[in-house]
Each structure stands twice: as C-alpha cells, then as structure tokens.
C-alpha cells in the first residue's frame, strides 16, 4: 500500500505540488500543478491543464518525482511516479475536473484552469521528507 | 556575460516565494527537492538552500551532471517562474546563509498566514543542517498560470 491514511489529506488539491521531470536530453523540469488526484492505494492522477513541457517529457521519458503537503499540519511527501496513461472521459476526469473547478474558483482562476486529461501514474516509492 | 537576472526577478527570487528543486541521475530519473530560500549576488548567481537530510539524493545527482532546475512561485500572486542551469559548487551553509534561511522561513510563513495557514507550521519542515548550492543560470521560463505559460523569457 503506497497511499496511506495520513496522506489523503495532501492529495486535496488545496496545497499546490511540485512535479519534476526530465526530457529524454536530459534537462529536468519542475512546474507547480494543481491536483495530485488519489486514484487508488497504488496510484495518483495528475491535472494536465497547461504543463506542456512536463507532458513531453513524460510522453519521451515516464518519470517523474511530486511532492505533495498536507493542509492539516503541513507533513510533505514525495512520491516517485511511472506514467501508466492519460484519460480524457469518464468518471475519474469528471471527478477532477469538478475538484479542479473548485480550486478555481478559490483561487479566482476559473478561465485559465480547464482540465484537458488525467494523467495517471503509477505510485513507485513514497518517502516522507516533513 | 550579462547576468539574466533583472532586478525584478532578483527582488522576486529573494522574496517568500515556495521554491522547488529538479535534477536527475544518470537513468533521468528525476527528483523533487523542497528548497529554504534563495539570494542573488552581483554576479547573477543563485544561492539556494536545502536541508542536508532531504537533498541527499539531489546532491548525489549534482555531482553526476551539474543539472539544475528550480521553480519559484508567489504563493499570494501565483506569479511564477523556472531558472534553468547548472551548480557551480555547493557547501554546507555558513551564518550568513544561515541567517537567509530564517528570513525566509519567516517571510515564508507571514505569507502563508494572510493564506490562513496556521502561524508556524513551516518551521515542522526540516530546516538544519543545511546546504547551500550555487546555481549559474542559463534560461528562465515564466510559468504564471495562464494561456501562453512556459514561454521562455531569456532568449
């Protein structure tokens, strides 16, 4: 089980992660995103509004390291991920495109937050860092 | 060579801006390191800070490729931008980083107060000892939420 209980919190979307990546030339890239959806104990989906130059590089190479922290008392984990596939319909995208326009409309982004796919992940390793 | 850094974006980089670090080892496999801060000098050189025990990994990385990507982004704002480089050096951190690292922790943390986050609660992540990495930076990104981010606004 890679997702515990203690974690959920942090997978609300109400604290932005960092997710970082690397092109297949070797160049890392580390852009903040909205969402780290909890999918099930062995994997996250992650919004695709606009990291465009994260989702090349996971499309050449299908790693990537997020962090995600815990609103309630700030905990921080980072996960290891291996990209499984990317969903355009259905109820997990219908799920994070409402929690999506939530976040939105909390943060006054209603037109620029559009989730375009759910990018699911398989969950490699988890390590607690706070 | 001209340093890259305006003016503007040095006051931004040393502001209470959340800051995360990417690298990668030798299989690209990349990794996420949270960074405590960061200066500009003269030279257009970032320093930045991280706890020892959280970036050993990044640490081991630097010294296989020298590859560096940090992103800075306002939590009030949201502006944000990413630096693109490679570390010159890194070292423990002395007093004067020291002393950088408690400014922004601070500032860090009145920042998150007017977010509601409860007063204090960053101080939960580690903080000592830490490092200090220099970084020569090659590109910058901005990567404020909106249509057109990621554009390049260094070349």
Not at chain 2, 122 to 135: D, G
């Amino acid at each position: 089980m890679m997702i515990k209980e203690e974690m959920k919190p942090a997978l609300q979307g109400i604290v932005p992660s960092c997710i970082v990546t690397c092109s297949k030339d070797g160049i890392p890239n580390a852009t903040y995103i909205s969402q780290v959806y909890y999918v099930d104990e062995e994997h996250v989906a992650l919004s695709h509004q606009f990291f465009n130059k994260s989702i090349r590089n996971i499309r050449e190479n299908p790693k990537a390291s997020v962090n995600i922290v815990s609103p309630e008392d700030f905990s921080m984990w980072k996960l290891d991920l291996q990209y499984s596939h990317s969903e355009n319909e259905g109820e997990l995208y219908d799920q994070m495109s409402l929690q999506l326009e939530a976040i939105a409309s909390m943060t006054g982004m209603e037109d620029v937050f559009k989730l375009k796919y759910a990018e699911v992940f398989k969950i490699i390793a988890v390590q607690q860092i706070a | 060579m001209q340093s890259l850094i305006t003016p503007d974006l040095k006051v931004f980089i040393e502001g209470s801006q959340g800051i995360s670090m990417g690298t990668r080892d030798k299989d690209l496999t990349p990794e996420y390191t949270r960074v405590l801060g960061a200066s500009v000098n003269e030279d257009g050189i970032i320093t930045f800070y991280t706890a020892k025990d959280t970036s050993v990994k990044a640490i081991e990385n630097i010294d296989n490729n020298k590859l560096i990507s940090i992103t800075l982004a306002s939590p009030l704002s949201y502006e944000c931008y990413q630096f693109k480089g490679k570390c010159i050096t890194y070292r423990d951190s002395n007093e004067i980083d020291q002393g950088n690292i408690e400014r922004y922790l601070k500032g860090f943390n009145d920042a998150l107060n007017i977010l509601g986050i409860r007063d204090g609660i960053i101080y939960k992540w580690p903080s000592q000892p830490s490092m200090a990495i220099e970084m020569k930076v090659e590109e910058i990104f901005e990567q404020t939420p909106k249509v057109g981010a990621g554009k390049s606004i260094s070349k």
